[in-house]
């Protein structure tokens, strides 16, 4: 095993971080391509800098997130977090007790963790499900949750999102939809209703999934629900600060559904340019993706022996990519505990600047470089770590 531990991750991360610092260096922003999708603008404006280092500017911004969240999300009170896993946790602290139950549908598992995590540190058992035939609530469930959309884009069906909200609503309990990438996928690329316009109590997005904003989380719901959560966020300072408001605020603003929807078609060219040498690869809404276990078949399929996990794989194909072609993807860069799954997104600002054959290429050559390296455990160990 190459990659052992949440410190190894945390030093391949570092090491990811020092690589781009050097390209940045080297070559300027246009020497490597970030295609997570998570790119984390910050499209503030010089004027809005000056307004906030008045008294004024967090009143302006705090009112200009209630208009533009509400249009993004619906719903009737808005409130700016400083990610969706710390709107998530204020909400699970706000409505949920020791001893209650907290029960979640997801199209796919797994959830992001921040759900179970709050769940435990509430003292609330959690259930997951994800065939809609299974799913239950039970007397003391006192929260349901909705992935709308989950960390690998798989998207839940208009029809189990509405039988979630019935089953729910028949024994009162809320709904809370985790919509972080879903609040544009979902509508945007599937025409799906915002979760609140489907009976939705409470919802999250967060403002770097598909859009080009500051990472955070934009949350809306029912007055009465949105009153309890604003007040656990600010007893445990969860809630966004002045300057990441007007950062969403502008990146609301800039919203662009035709990059996602023309993302949706050029994925296309890019998933049948890759599927002969990558059988395992799959569509994304916006993208393709090749996850570890995928990527081991294809080394099997080729008479490669390795006794690396598959994780370590998928990090030494993401360094590879990252050090050989300048193209970030999630298992380069993601926090300790992300999945390890390669990811390329075409709604990214990025993928404006590289072509599908760029990308087709760099992963032929970093599937060889991969197979040339991989009996040199030392060589593969300076690609992961710097
Ligand atoms: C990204 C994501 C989150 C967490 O967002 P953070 O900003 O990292 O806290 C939660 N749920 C889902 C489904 C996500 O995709």
Same mark, same amino acid.
């Not at 959690?126 to 799913?135: L, S």
């Not at 393709?288 to 998928?314: C, F, P, Q, W």
């Given at each position: 095993?190459l990659v052992?531990s &949440?410190?190894?991750e945390v030093?391949?991360r570092?090491a990811?971080l020092? !690589? ?6 080297s ?8 295609? +997570?999708?998570l790119?984390?603008?910050f499209p503030?404006l010089?004027e809005? @800098?000056a307004? %906030?280092?008045t008294y004024?500017g967090p009143a302006?911004?705090?009112?200009a997130?209630? +208009? &533009? ?6 719903g009737?009170?808005?409130l700016?977090?400083?990610?969706t896993?710390s #709107?998530?946790l204020?909400a699970?602290?706000a409505l ?9 549908f997801?199209?796919k ?5 921040s759900?179970?995590?709050s769940?435990e %540190? *509430?003292?609330?058992s ?9 799913f239950e ?7 349901v949750? !909705?992935?709308?959309?989950?960390m690998?884009?798989e998207i ?6 509405l039988r *979630?909200?019935e089953?729910s609503?028949?024994?009162e309990i809320p ?9 544009r996928l979902r509508?945007?690329v599937? @025409?799906?209703p ?6 939705a109590?409470?919802?999250? $997005?967060s403002t770097?999934?598909?859009m080009?904003g500051?990472?955070?989380?934009l949350m809306? #719901? ?5 009153i309890? *959560?604003?007040?656990k ?5 969860l ?5 990441l408001?007007?950062?969403m =605020?502008?990146a ?8 996602? &929807?023309e993302?949706f ?6 998933y049948?340019?890759? =599927?002969?040498?990558f059988k395992g690869?799959k569509?994304?809404?916006t993208?393709?993706?090749?996850k570890s276990?995928?990527? @081991?078949?294809? %080394?099997?399929?080729?008479g490669?022996?390795?006794?690396y996990s ?5 990090y030494?194909?993401?360094?590879? %990519?990252?050090?050989n072609?300048?193209i970030?993807t ?7 505990? $992300?999945?390890?799954? !390669? ?7 990025d ?5 599908i ?7 032929n ?11 040199d $455990?030392?060589a593969?160990k300076s690609?992961?770590?710097?």
């Amino acid at each position: 095993m190459l990659v052992n531990s &949440l410190g190894d991750e945390v030093n391949k991360r570092d090491a990811s971080l020092k !690589i781009i610092k050097s390209i940045l260096q080297s070559d300027g922003r246009k020497g490597f391509y970030d295609l +997570t999708g998570l790119a984390g603008g910050f499209p503030i404006l010089a004027e809005d @800098k000056a307004l %906030l280092e008045t008294y004024a500017g967090p009143a302006v911004f705090e009112e200009a997130i209630q +208009t &533009l969240g509400k249009i993004h999300l619906g719903g009737e009170k808005i409130l700016a977090l400083n990610r969706t896993s710390s #709107g998530i946790l204020a909400a699970i602290l706000a409505l949920v007790n020791e001893g209650d139950e907290i029960v979640h549908f997801l199209p796919k598992s797994p959830a992001h963790p921040s759900i179970p995590r709050s769940a435990e %540190l *509430v003292g609330a058992s959690y259930r997951e499900f994800e065939d809609i035939t299974q799913f239950e609530v039970s007397d003391n469930t006192s929260l349901v949750f !909705i992935t709308g959309s989950t960390m690998d884009h798989e998207i839940i069906t208009l029809k189990d999102f509405l039988r *979630v909200i019935e089953i729910s609503k028949s024994h009162e309990i809320p709904v809370f939809v985790d919509d972080a990438s879903g609040a544009r996928l979902r509508t945007v690329v599937y @025409k799906q209703p915002r979760a609140m316009d489907m009976g939705a109590d409470i919802t999250i $997005t967060s403002t770097d999934k598909l859009m080009d904003g500051p990472r955070g989380g934009l949350m809306s #719901g029912k007055a009465d629900i949105m009153i309890k *959560v604003k007040t656990k966020a600010h007893q445990f300072g969860l809630e966004a600060q002045p300057p990441l408001v007007a950062g969403m =605020v502008r990146a609301l603003e800039n919203l662009s559904p035709e990059r996602i &929807l023309e993302a949706f078609i050029t994925k296309h060219d890019l998933y049948n340019g890759l =599927v002969n040498d990558f059988k395992g690869i799959k569509e994304t809404p916006t993208g393709v993706m090749l996850k570890s276990g995928e990527l @081991k078949l294809e %080394l099997d399929n080729r008479g490669i022996v390795t006794d690396y996990s598959h994780d370590d794989l998928a990090y030494l194909f993401a360094m590879l %990519l990252l050090r050989n072609h300048g193209i970030i993807t999630i298992p380069a860069v993601g926090m300790p505990g $992300t999945s390890s799954t !390669i990811r390329i997104d075409l709604a990214s600002n990025d993928a404006e600047r590289i072509t599908i054959e760029n990308i087709i290429d760099a992963f032929n050559e970093t599937l060889e470089q991969l197979i040339k390296i991989i009996d040199d $455990t030392k060589a593969c160990k300076s690609v992961l770590y710097y």
